[in-house]
């Protein structure tokens, strides 16, 4: 196999869109595609959405690019699938929730239908103050089209798993890239996916929030590069 036949399956967070990675460049080489994992099966959870994001490339051999809850999903498709699962992209996450500084309130207000300024504040917390209102709008809007359901059913999900449990692939190439003023997980969250992924590369940017592919989607673009030529190396 060629590194240049590899797809691209991007994952977003919980209530992100996949339209959330539209600006994050891709070699022209590479087929991309970006998973709506929300939209498709019931119950939510990381196994279920690790199949779907796995899916979404066919029978080709790919890399993922997880943000967030996104992250632990593509580490569950690269334990579910190594045949097929290359390599990921680690965007502001950790192998487990206990650093989370928001998920336990999360879970309680998202029983449906969520009132509209919880979903702004959820949002907001998404990205660094002057942040553009589109950014938030977006957010909402899927989040609203959603529904709370799968958010909470996913999180619960999460927040129940330690990726830690299923070992570790000290083989998968790994980048994970954080952002410093991200107020949900630490630099040390990102860390901690050494635990999972021995050879993970591991940036931590002071300038970026929660959400890199929106705030320096060149940035992301630059860790999926790295990661592209590890595996050209």
């Given at each position: 196999?060629?590194?240049?036949?590899?797809?691209?399956?991007?994952?977003?967070?919980?209530?992100?869109?996949?339209?959330?990675f539209?600006?994050?460049p891709v070699?022209?080489?590479?087929?991309?595609?970006?998973?709506?994992?929300?939209?498709q099966?019931?119950?939510?959870?990381l196994?279920?959405?690790?199949?779907?994001?796995?899916?979404?490339?066919?029978?080709?051999?790919?890399?993922?690019v997880?943000?967030?809850?996104?992250?632990?999903?593509?580490?569950?498709?690269?334990?579910?699938?190594?045949?097929?699962?290359r390599?990921?992209?680690?965007?502001?996450?950790?192998?487990?929730?206990?650093?989370?500084?928001?998920?336990?309130?999360?879970?309680?207000?998202?029983?449906?239908?969520?009132?509209?300024?919880?979903?702004?504040?959820h949002?907001l917390?998404?990205?660094?103050?002057?942040?553009?209102?589109?950014?938030?709008?977006?957010?909402?809007?899927?989040?609203?089209?959603v529904?709370?359901?799968?958010?909470?059913?996913?999180?619960?999900?999460?927040?129940?798993?330690?990726?830690?449990?299923?070992?570790?692939?000290?083989?998968?190439?790994?980048?994970?890239?954080?952002?410093?003023?991200?107020?949900?997980?630490?630099?040390?969250d990102?860390?901690?996916?050494?635990?999972?992924?021995?050879?993970?590369?591991?940036?931590?940017?002071?300038?970026?929030?929660?959400?890199?592919?929106?705030?320096?989607?060149?940035?992301?673009?630059?860790?999926?590069?790295?990661?592209?030529?590890?595996?050209?190396a």
């Amino acid at each position: 196999m060629r590194v240049d036949d590899l797809v691209v399956v991007f994952i977003p967070g919980t209530h992100l869109s996949p339209a959330s990675f539209a600006d994050v460049p891709v070699p022209s080489r590479h087929e991309s595609v970006a998973v709506a994992w929300m939209e498709q099966e019931r119950p939510c959870t990381l196994a279920g959405a690790a199949r779907s994001a796995v899916a979404a490339a066919g029978e080709e051999p790919c890399v993922l690019v997880g943000h967030s809850t996104g992250a632990a999903i593509a580490a569950t498709a690269a334990f579910a699938f190594p045949d097929q699962v290359r390599g990921l992209v680690l965007l502001d996450s950790g192998p487990d929730m206990r650093g989370h500084t928001s998920v336990q309130s999360m879970l309680q207000e998202l029983e449906d239908p969520v009132p509209e300024e919880v979903l702004i504040r959820h949002a907001l917390r998404n990205v660094p103050p002057g942040s553009p209102q589109e950014w938030i709008d977006r957010m909402v809007a899927y989040a609203q089209r959603v529904g709370g359901a799968p958010a909470a059913e996913v999180l619960a999900d999460q927040a129940a798993t330690d990726l830690r449990t299923l070992g570790t692939l000290p083989r998968l190439p790994v980048e994970v890239f954080h952002g410093g003023l991200d107020p949900k997980r630490s630099a040390d969250d990102a860390a901690a996916w050494r635990d999972v992924f021995p050879r993970a590369h591991v940036v931590v940017d002071e300038s970026v929030g929660h959400t890199p592919q929106l705030e320096s989607p060149t940035a992301v673009g630059a860790a999926l590069d790295r990661l592209l030529q590890r595996l050209r190396a």
